[in-house]
């Protein structure tokens, strides 16, 4: 007894803690959503709060087994199971079925299961994995494309379903890359171009090329003062590919994205207005969480809510039902939750002796600030509409059993962290 006890003390409970307030967040808010105003008991697993309850008892024994396998294992066969996810995404091509124009699920009778909400968790062992080999070194460029390579298998296999905005999250392996000796240039060139795409989209390419011509000219001015002498022949590079990339993003827009991806972006530009069609889940959403006020209008009392008006409430926009029913207080609170919750992974990484458990717990925190800050920006209207859930507070079995299986995998090996040898 005493030896169980003293296994269980090596668990982060804090990180279990809030797994659990975020969890019964979740359902809370599911229910509320999802609730039939005639009533039906919480028990009743044909409606989607039951479901989601079936799916967070059906947790616990995932999470038994997770915590039972020896931490080694999962760096030892990192390869492995990466090489299995894979192949499940492979396998959606000829044996998945189509739900809402994406060939992402596997069905079994009334059930379904959706492979890429566990493949983020194999991609971060096998990069954990590539990155603490002794000759990996994240400064060399043969390294970094292999890096590369992990990260952009599962994400171009996604993005073929399609699922850009899933496939759109395997950009936050980036960040652990950036902690482990990748160079700033990357994140560098990555801000850039974002910067460079949107500015062009929202104020036109004559704009984006003077602007880009004073800053550069800024930088180098003040740098004159400096010895050595900057190179004037860099800064002209970083203008001229500034401009080029700015000619280049109409091309992009028009003939790369499709409609509803152009629409969506047009609406958070401001240069369309959609309340009824395209932009309606956006603009619906916006109004339940704005009408909620301070303190919201109370669990079950969300007339946005109730009425049906936010399309897939239950799902990507789950918050809404949190600003409109708990008011800014518990929208605030969730927010702070998540903070609370990736601050503590980026304490558990720092204090690793390991380096594969340092880079999978920092790819852990990344999946989740993506996951979390996307899915809120798109909630309230400062994102583009990119289809992806609200960790452990958003419905679904395969979300709710893939974020699980990604924090506690992180929590086993943590609790080993002293056994380094």
């Known amino acids: 007894m005493a030896g169980r006890l003293h296994k269980l003390a090596k668990y982060d409970f804090t990180l279990i803690f809030l797994y659990v307030l975020l969890i019964a967040a979740g359902w809370v808010n599911i229910y509320s959503a999802s609730f039939d105003s005639e009533g039906t008991s919480i028990f009743d697993f044909q409606t989607i709060y039951g479901k989601q309850l079936v799916w967070i008892l059906l947790s616990v024994p995932i999470i038994a087994f997770v915590l039972a396998i020896d931490s080694k294992f999962y760096e030892r066969f990192a390869g492995v199971i990466y090489v299995v996810s894979m192949l499940s995404l492979l396998g959606l091509f000829f044996f998945g079925t189509t739900i809402s124009g994406q060939k992402a699920w596997y069905s079994f009778a009334s059930f379904s299961i959706q492979p890429a909400e566990f493949t983020k968790a194999t991609t971060a062992l096998a990069l954990a994995k590539f990155g603490s080999e002794i000759d990996t070194n994240f400064q060399t460029f043969k390294d970094q494309v292999r890096a590369f390579i992990i990260i952009f298998i599962p994400a171009i296999l996604i993005l073929l379903q399609p699922d850009p905005g899933m496939a759109i999250l395997y950009l936050a392996f980036i960040f652990p890359l950036y902690r482990e000796g990748l160079h700033f240039i990357y994140l560098f060139l990555g801000l850039f171009a974002t910067v460079i795409f949107i500015s062009t989209l929202a104020i036109g390419v004559v704009w984006v090329s003077l602007i880009s011509l004073l800053v550069v000219g800024t930088f180098y001015f003040f740098r004159l003062k400096r010895k050595p002498k900057p190179s004037i022949a860099k800064y002209i590079t970083i203008f001229i590919t500034a401009v080029v990339l700015a000619f280049s993003v109409n091309y992009i827009f028009e003939n790369v994205f499709k409609q509803h991806h152009r629409d969506r972006f047009n609406i958070i530009l401001g240069h369309e207005v959609d309340n009824q069609g395209i932009g309606y889940n956006t603009n619906q959403s916006e109004i339940a969480v704005g009408s909620g006020g301070l303190t919201g209008k109370g669990w079950l009392q969300g007339t946005q809510t109730k009425g049906r008006f936010v399309p897939e409430q239950h799902t990507d926009y789950i918050f809404?039902?949190?600003?409109?029913?708990?008011?800014?207080?518990?929208?605030?609170?969730?927010?702070?939750?998540?903070?609370?919750?990736?601050?503590?992974?980026?304490?558990?990484?720092?204090?690793?002796?390991?380096?594969?458990?340092?880079?999978?717990?920092?790819?852990?925190?990344?999946?989740?600030?993506?996951?979390?800050?996307?899915?809120?920006?798109?909630?309230?209207?400062?994102?583009?509409?990119?289809?992806?859930?609200?960790?452990?507070?958003?419905y679904g079995g395969s979300s709710l059993w893939g974020f699980t299986i990604l924090l506690f995998i992180l929590i086993r090996l943590d609790g080993q962290r002293m056994d380094v040898t």
């Open 320 to 394: 809404s039902t949190v600003g409109e029913e708990w008011g800014f207080i518990g929208a605030a609170s969730i927010v702070l939750l998540f903070c609370f919750l990736i601050i503590r992974i980026v304490f558990i990484a720092e204090r690793q002796k390991s380096q594969f458990k340092r880079i999978y717990a920092y790819s852990v925190a990344a999946i989740f600030f993506f996951h979390f800050s996307i899915n809120i920006g798109m909630v309230i209207g400062i994102s583009p509409t990119v289809g992806i859930p609200l960790p452990f507070i958003s």
